[in-house]
């Protein structure tokens, strides 16, 4: 499964000539008209507001908690779901139950198939999954200084960049090495601590 990094990374340019930073509450505007969209199913107005969300997240000026952080997280998942992707579905669902324990599956997420129900209760079964240890700071679903980043779920990770507003990526499992090397080479020339550090294996 390929990460939303390279989507991200085009796009970011765009964000460039946004007003930055942008504040948690101005992103959770575009998430909540996402949400609204897929509710309705307008999905072009859906992956519009998504597109909105996903360069604003290039420059944003706190780190994401709570319903926000569920609201990214939100979105992303119906992404999955929108496509038919069920591994990204599940990695979705795996870390909706990190960010919020007592998260239920949407209405409009139901499928005729029960499809989406019996990923549900795979999420559960499975728990979040292992972790890569990270040489370095940054922020995971919320949780300033984190050395760890999940190898088996989504997860929201930001990192300080040099003009000292948050750069956030919704993270796919995929290759965490390969992903990480281009956030890398992206931020360079870049403070030490604002610079994406590469994960290792945690022992």
Not at 166 to 190: H, K, L, Q
């Amino acid at each position: 499964m390929l990460s939303t990094l390279p989507l991200f990374l085009a796009l970011a340019s765009g964000a460039a000539s946004a007003d930055c930073p942008v504040t948690a509450a101005e992103l959770d505007l575009s998430l909540l008209r996402a949400l609204a969209a897929f509710e309705e199913q307008r999905y072009l107005d859906f992956e519009a507001e998504r597109t909105d969300a996903e360069r604003a997240m290039d420059c944003l000026g706190e780190v994401l908690r709570g319903q926000q952080l569920l609201n990214v997280h939100r979105v992303w998942t119906s992404k999955a779901l929108l496509h038919g992707d069920e591994e990204a579905l599940l990695a979705g669902l795996r870390a909706l139950r990190v960010v919020a324990p007592g998260f239920a599956l949407p209405e409009n997420w139901m499928t005729s198939s029960g499809k989406v129900q019996k990923l549900f209760v795979e999420a559960q079964s499975v728990g979040p999954g292992r972790e890569l240890r990270l040489p370095g700071r940054l922020v995971v679903d919320g949780h300033v200084a984190s050395s760890y980043i999940p190898a088996e779920r989504s997860a929201v990770v930001q990192i300080r960049n040099a003009q000292g507003s948050w750069s956030s990526w919704y993270v796919e499992p995929s290759a965490p090495t390969a992903t990480w090397m281009m956030a890398r080479e992206e931020r360079d020339p870049a403070p030490s601590d604002a610079m994406a550090p590469v994960p290792v294996p945690a022992e």
